[in-house]
């Protein structure tokens, strides 16, 4: 997620926007791209998600800068409208690309004037929770490269995330691994079976946290299209080699995971042309885009494009739209007459323009925004257009 605005898709500036600058072989555009808690306790309490409504039919999820400062400005947990039903504490860090180790902490003062104390935010946690909200931490972001290359570091990732959860009393957990946090060994080449050890030992994380806190844990993931909708045509070096190790590398740890996971959001921006099921490039700019990438993720797709490896379609309720609040939050923002378009087809089939959807999908869960300080910095444009679709 970009930490500040983008001048451009190539810029970045300290603690900010995203280069992404790979691609597979015939791809000429990218996609790619402190006060620690305590030691995790022997002992963990249900998660607060037990304790907080389920998801609405229709959800709104945004990310909240909780631990930097940013263009946009800071915004206290208890100042989050209620047009949010997931809150994604950004971000959890690691104290190493390679240790595990899990650290989040609020902003400091000195660099977000108006930030509140701990205890006034464990208790905006328990506030939001009560009016059927879910506070999750968000591991990773731009600046978090996470890879667990050990069954040490997965332990440690373990530990240290639920000690997160468990200090601030969250619901779960958010996994926005970027950059080269995630990529395949050369040789790996099914989704369905990875070898990987950063893929693998995710994987293992994810399952026991999961059973840690049990049903109620809330999970869910916002890949960029580089991880998921490019392995549509590229996964991985592949069997000959040459091709960027991360195209598609989100795609075994969703299938893993997807009887686990909550919501998957890709990120439907800072983004190069992706292929769709149409054999078409599709741009970022308006909700064509939305429609081919969301339609990929209901309907399946040949993996590398091999008719005998299908990543398996999603559950509509298990899938949000990724999208920029405004123009400052990232590239491909696009105003709220395409949102409604975008929605108009996926969940009814009207207005789809030149792409047509595989289906019709009622159930879509609903939108996701980077960010809720750029939409509040916005006059809360992005969360009044969900409100006035979804009612």
């Known amino acids: 997620m970009n930490r500040r605005s983008l001048s451009s898709w190539t810029s970045r500036r300290p603690r900010g926007g995203r280069v992404r600058c790979a691609a597979a072989a015939a791809v000429a555009v990218c996609a790619l791209a402190a006060t620690a808690v305590a030691p995790h306790a022997a002992a963990h309490s249900a998660p607060a998600a037990s304790r907080a409504a389920e998801l609405p039919e229709h959800a709104l999820v945004g990310y909240l800068h909780a631990s930097f400062a940013n263009g946009s400005g800071y915004t206290r947990l208890a100042d989050v409208p209620d047009s949010w039903d997931i809150i994604d504490l950004a971000f959890g860090e690691p104290t190493s690309v390679t240790s595990g180790d899990i650290r989040f902490s609020l902003c400091p003062p000195a660099e977000c004037p108006g930030v509140e104390s701990e205890a006034e935010f464990k208790a905006a946690v328990k506030a939001k929770q009560q009016a059927g909200k879910k506070v999750l931490i968000s591991i990773g972001g731009e600046n978090g490269q996470v890879r667990l290359t050990t069954p040490q570091a997965r332990d440690t990732f373990v530990d240290s995330v639920s000690s997160i959860i468990d200090t601030y009393g969250l619901d779960g957990l958010d996994i926005d691994f970027e950059g080269h946090s995630l990529s395949l060994d050369d040789g790996d080449t099914d989704f369905e079976n990875p070898t990987t050890p950063v893929i693998v030992h995710l994987i293992s994380a994810l399952r026991t946290l999961k059973e840690r806190y049990g049903d109620e844990f809330t999970l869910t993931m916002a890949p960029e299209t580089f991880f998921v909708q490019l392995g549509h045509q590229y996964y991985g070096s592949w069997s000959w080699g040459g091709q960027d190790p991360r ?53 399946g797709f040949p993996v590398a494009g091999d008719p005998d490896k299908v990543f398996p379609a999603l559950r509509p309720e298990q899938v949000a739209i990724g999208m920029p609040a405004t123009p400052q939050a990232g590239n491909g923002h696009v105003p709220p007459a395409e949102v409604e378009k975008a929605l108009d087809c996926l969940t009814k089939g009207s207005a789809c323009g030149p792409y047509t959807p595989h289906g019709t999908w009622p159930a879509l869960r609903g939108l996701m925004a980077w960010s809720v300080n750029w939409d509040r910095y916005g006059g809360d444009e992005f969360a009044a257009t969900f409100d006035r679709y979804f009612g």
């Open 247 to 299: 195209a598609g590398a989100y795609l075994p740890v969703i299938h893993a995971l997807r009887d686990d996971l909550t919501l998957l959001h890709v990120q439907d921006y800072n983004s190069g042309p992706i292929m769709g099921l149409d054999g078409q490039y599709h741009t970022m700019g308006g909700a064509d885009f939305h429609i081919a990438m969301t339609d990929m993720l209901l309907t």
